[in-house]
């Protein structure tokens, strides 16, 4: 069977529903509005880049097509739990677990029981060790169940981020923030903060709260180069030029060049690295 066979119309109709019925709540307020927008536009783009990964990607040759519904679901239902959380927000209240834990509790609560599509939803807005610390991850007993998990934890963190790469390469996503907005004129030059510089050298994800100046945030969305799993994931990126746009706009706004230039060195040679032909 091939993935595009492969139907989840019924499935897409479902977020849908959590779509409009958010919009229809929030309706009044601009900002909600397109906040919902945005995140509907999202999901089907995660939809799109979990599809290349799950085409190209060798090890998933021969998965049944069971395992590429479960990839598909887990893409297009990952940040469900956002339009719950836009509801939240029109009320003036948050849920302090996050958008992750929202669209996993709404699914659970939907009637979806399944680990491997539960779990990967539930870890995808965290950290890498997330899921390694997931007390249902560690109940699980048969490991073919904790391996699917696991695949497609990785399928879904990793078409989150190169979908939210390509906004930027394709929308100037980054310039639309809010946070870009906020932000005054000196710190949009500022320069690179040492914890999201270390990110760098080390190789790790940038933490949001270490973010101050507009070049940390672009460094952010590098950085995401760090935590991907999957070789389609690298050479969707390549294909696209995306990484190209991203070190462009921080030589705009890094005052510091020699920063820029080592940056652009140490993350493409982490890529080239990672890379196998
Ligand atoms: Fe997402």
Redesign the pocket.
Known sequence: MKLKDIDISKEKQQLYAAYENCFNLVKKDDFLKGYANEKIK?SMQ?VGAGNYILKNEKSFQNKSAEFFKKGKLVCLW??IGRFEEIILLSQKQRCPQGHSYLSYKILKEAGCADLSILLPIKG?GGMPEALAEDEEYQNIKDPKQKAEVEELYKLVKDA?KIA?MYLHKADKRLFKDLFFSSLSKQKKYASLSPAVLDCVYKHRIVKTQDIVSFSDRIVQILCFVHELYYQPSYTFLQKHKILDELFSDLNQFCPNKEHVLEIEKCIRDYMNNQIKD
């Open positions: 999202h995660v990952h940040d995808h989150d939210n």
